[in-house]
Every structure is written in structure tokens, then in C-alpha cells.
């Protein structure tokens, strides 16, 4: 786990969040930080109670401290990428089943858990502004990052293995995933100039990637869910995620009674690309997988 911490926050930092060197690096060495705080809440359960809170305001106090060298938001949130709550974000959508009961206790374990990692950050950020009143929340966000595009070619790799490491993936199963995920990424990358819904364009980068799970699934027989979730993963930071909620603690940028709504729908643009993804590769009906079943 801690390996995946490393990777994904240094890669994701770069990639999805748009940081500079120095931006990756600082979230590469609090990835690390998160994951020997995860391995010691894994040995020791009472702490594995306030890990989350505890985790998250010491990364964010951390990033806050080194406002003069890196952005807030490319240093410490792809710290936390792995924690974010995409998958029951997905499955929740048993509620267009009308599995209530289910679906409404995975929505909600979601939409709480990510207020929880905000609220972690949103207190080790108002704890560095006690000592540090001027200190500016973004840090330094240099408008040009110096990053050329092509850097994402060799990065992407790392972050989609990092990924399913943190999910307990083979390593025969890393070729699959990054394809999966390279594909949803190209979607929303290519896509973003010209579709401003989040919505919408999450459904798209769905549909893709849940056409090749259903595709391999059905030609090579290979169990789909660990790439689905890799692809579904790196979906959702670019939404709604845990920035939105920061955001909201912090009161800038969202309305409040909105605020619930918006993540719901990022997970119907999500569950409406698996629906007609496995409609279109199973229109008589889709035969019983690992996969995520809606």
C-alpha cells in the first residue's frame, strides 16, 4: 500500500491535478506519510477509527506549511486520491433497481465518508491558518507548470498500477487495467474542451471503459471488476470528489443545499455509462461475472 500512495501521488499530482515537479514531489512524500499512517491503523484498530480524519489533517497542515514551494490542491489532495469512495459511489446506483435500502446506505456511507477526508483536511488547514493567519489556502499555483504533455505518456502507467495495487491487484492484471483506464482518461482528456457537463462527459468516459470490461469479458473470459474499478477510480477525481467538499467546508465555490445533489449526479453519469456500456454488449442479458452489477 505504501508503494501505491507514492505513485499515485506523484503521478496524479501531474496528470490529473496539474502540478509542477515540486507538486508531485511534495505529494509523493505525503502519499507516503498516508500509507505508514494506513499500515499503522491496520495493526492497531483503535486508531483505525480517526485514521481518516487524523490523516487527512496532518497531509493538509503539512501542504499548508509549504504554501511558499507547491499548490494546495496538486499537493495534498492526490495524496488521498486512493481513499476516495468511487467504487460505492458507483454501486449505490442499485437504487435505479430499486434497491433502496442497499443503495441508499452506500450512497450515503459515501457522500459521509467523503465529507469526512474533507473535513480531515479542512482541519489541518484552519489549524497551520491559527499560526499562520496570511499564509494563502491555494499555496502557489504558477499558471504555467512547466510540465510538457508528453511526461503524461510514462506517468500514466504509474498511476494506473498504483491504483490497483491499493485494490490488491495481479500483476497480469496490470495490462488490462491500464488500458481500461487509458482509455476513460483519453475520453475526459480530449473531451473536456468541448462538453462542460460533468455529467455528461463522465457518462461518455463510462460507456467507453465499461465497453471494454464487457468486451474482454466476453471474448477472453477475463474478470472485469478490477479494471473497472481502476477506470471508475481515476473518473472521479476530476468530478465532484473531495476538492468539491473542501470547497464547501471552506465555503467558496458551492452552494450548500447543492452540494449532495451534485455528487449524486456525478455517480448517475458514472451508473448510466455501465448501464448502456452492458446493454450494448449484452442486449438478451449480461451472464453472472465479478462484475459491478447494477
Not at 457537463?197 to 473470459?221: C, H
Not at 471508475?232 to 467546508?249: E, K, M
Request: charged share 10%.
Amino acid at each position: 500500500m505504501l508503494i501505491s500512495f507514492i505513485l499515485l501521488g506523484f503521478s496524479a499530482s501531474i496528470i490529473i491535478f496539474h502540478g509542477t515537479w515540486i507538486d508531485a514531489g511534495i505529494s509523493s512524500m505525503l502519499g507516503a506519510i498516508m500509507g505508514s499512517l494506513l499500515a499503522l491503523a491496520m495493526k492497531f484498530p483503535v486508531y483505525a477509527r480517526v485514521f481518516d480524519v487524523s490523516a487527512c489533517a496532518l497531509v493538509s497542515f503539512i501542504g499548508r506549511a509549504l504554501h511558499q514551494h507547491a499548490c494546495y490542491n496538486a499537493s495534498v489532495i492526490p495524496a488521498i486520491v486512493i481513499l476516495l469512495p468511487g467504487y460505492n459511489m458507483t454501486i449505490s446506483m442499485e437504487l435505479t433497481e430499486r434497491q433502496v435500502v442497499s443503495g441508499a446506505i452506500r450512497m450515503a456511507n459515501a457522500i459521509f465518508y467523503t465529507f469526512m477526508l474533507a473535513y480531515g483536511l479542512h482541519l489541518g488547514s484552519f489549524l497551520y491558518s491559527a499560526l499562520d493567519p496570511v499564509a494563502p489556502l491555494g499555496g502557489t499555483c504558477p499558471a504555467n507548470t512547466g510540465v510538457p504533455s508528453w511526461t503524461f505518456i510514462p506517468l500514466f502507467p504509474l498511476m494506473s498500477v498504483g491504483i490497483g495495487l491499493s485494490f490488491g491487484a495481479a500483476w497480469r492484471q496490470w495490462l488490462s487495467q491500464l488500458v481500461c483506464a487509458a482509455l476513460g482518461f483519453c475520453v475526459t482528456y480530449f473531451m473536456q474542451d468541448f462538453i462542460d457537463d460533468d455529467m455528461v462527459l463522465n457518462s461518455m468516459a463510462t460507456l467507453v471503459i465499461g465497453l471494454y470490461a464487457s468486451l474482454t469479458l466476453r471474448f477472453f473470459d477475463e474478470q472485469p471488476l478490477s479494471p473497472l474499478c481502476v477506470g471508475i477510480t481515476l473518473l472521479l477525481p476530476g468530478s465532484l470528489g473531495v476538492r468539491g467538499a473542501y470547497a464547501f467546508l471552506n465555503q467558496k465555490d458551492l452552494d450548500h443545499a447543492s452540494f449532495a445533489l451534485s455528487m449524486l449526479n456525478v455517480a448517475l453519469g458514472l451508473s448510466v455509462g455501465l448501464f448502456a456500456s452492458t446493454m450494448i454488449v449484452y442486449p438478451a442479458g449480461k451472464p453472472k461475472s465479478l462484475t459491478i452489477t447494477l
